[in-house]
């Protein structure tokens, strides 16, 4: 399910200072599966050498003096035409023109004229030559075209100012980049929400109720997604995780607000995964002035808050939407039996299954060991995996849950 594995993409650098960022990008790339060519300008190669990229990705990088070269048969066109992506990042102004006007003077330039692929291109230069409106105006026909433009950052520039000029940090393009490659994939056209991390019950101004859920597995699931091609809105408590390239992402607080979030958004949408540890109490009354120590209260009086799957249950049996449905159980005992119950209960398709008490999985942790359940009673336990490796997993689950019922008579209304 990786969108990135066995893809062969060109990586164009062109010459900025952002060049390093570019050898990081190249080493990315090749880490995620990916065949990357790396073509580089005259002035990228002035501020790294060719070795550095053959180093990172296994591959040869190409000079323009490979154009003349009897060992590369007609090279633009042989690496234009069987590439899945261009990627041109750093993309100075110079060769933004030049990409916009159709100008073929290096072999850079004359591959991006030669690919039948689509282009992404990394914008890096100072915040004046980015504001020119020579550039916007070469941007704007690219963009035209269907070239998709990420970036350029603010922050500290070569020039010593901080403007608008910096070149999108390569964790982020390899985001863009997999969301691009996958847009064709078997969720293409398809809407997934996604719910993650915990929600915040106000005590008073500075205290909640709360646990510890971080939000990782929602944002793996949103980023797997992403890479079969799906719309992804993630609804997110408080969380300080970077938000998946290509997701919307809508931040709250309360169960109230996660399950008004969820219903704005729950029409036509075609998968619902609950990830979110939603706060099941929240206090009875709210505090406005923080509480002193010397006046603690004896006690705090809960109630209980939303039940956001089972608001959706109902909605799904008028509307029909969403058409798969998939929970999560954190459990700390009695792991099957409390999911089966959940499962029947909240009338889901699937849910996943963990068990909260295991050191390796669960809160705060990278891995998870989870058991999924079907509503057709069917159980499978998965070994110990990344997070994102869980995500996958569910995300099959999902293509193959979604089929069954695209090829069943409808019962959306």
């Known amino acids: ?219 793996a699931l949103a980023r797997a997604a992403l890479d079969l091609g799906a719309e992804v809105i993630l609804i997110t408590g408080p969380a300080t995780l970077q938000t998946p390239a290509g997701a919307a992402r809508i931040d709250v607080n309360t169960a109230q607000d996660m399950l008004q979030a969820v219903t704005d958004h729950i029409a036509d949408t075609h998968v619902l995964l609950m990830a979110a540890a939603v706060s099941d109490f929240r206090p009875k009354k709210y505090v406005e002035q923080k509480i002193k120590k010397g006046d603690k209260p004896s006690a705090i009086e809960l109630d209980s808050t939303p039940d956001v799957l089972k608001e959706i249950a109902a909605y799904k049996a008028k509307k029909g939407f969403p058409s798969v449905t998939v929970g999560f159980a954190a459990e700390s005992q009695d792991l099957l039996a409390n999911a089966a119950k959940k499962l029947k209960e909240k009338k889901l398709d699937l849910i996943v299954a963990n068990d909260i008490t295991a050191s390796d999985a669960g809160f705060a942790v990278d891995t998870n060991r989870v058991v999924l359940l079907s509503d057709s009673g069917k159980q499978q336990e998965l070994p110990l995996l990344s997070k994102e490796q869980v995500a996958e997993e569910v995300l099959s689950r999902v293509v193959d849950l979604l089929s069954g019922k695209q090829s069943s008579p409808s019962k959306r209304k």
């Open 1 to 219: 399910m990786n969108a990135l594995k066995d893809k062969h993409i060109i990586l164009g650098v062109t010459g900025s200072i952002a060049v390093y960022k570019a050898v990081d990008l190249a080493s990315k790339l090749h880490q995620n599966g990916v065949l990357v060519d790396v073509i580089l300008t005259e002035a990228a190669a002035r501020f790294v050498s060719p070795l550095t990229f053959q180093s990172v990705t296994g591959r040869k990088a190409y000079q323009d003096e490979d154009l003349w070269s009897s060992e590369d048969h007609v090279a633009h066109i042989s690496l234009g035409k069987s590439a899945d992506l261009m990627v041109v990042a750093p993309v100075t102004a110079n060769t933004i023109f030049k990409l916009a006007h159709g100008e073929a003077g290096n072999l850079l330039t004359l591959t991006a004229l030669a690919a039948t692929c689509p282009l992404l291109i990394a914008p890096a230069m100072d915040g004046g030559m980015y504001q020119h409106p020579a550039t916007q105006a070469n941007l704007a026909i690219l963009q035209q075209r269907g070239a998709v433009v990420i970036g350029p950052e603010s922050g500290h520039l070569a020039s010593g100012l901080r403007q608008i000029g910096r070149m999108t940090e390569p964790t982020q393009l390899l985001g863009h980049i997999r969301t691009l490659l996958g847009r064709e994939g078997p969720l293409s056209g398809k809407k997934v929400l996604v719910t993650a991390a915990s929600t915040h019950e106000p005590l008073d101004p500075v205290r909640f109720i709360g646990n510890r859920s971080s939000g990782k597995q929602g944002f």
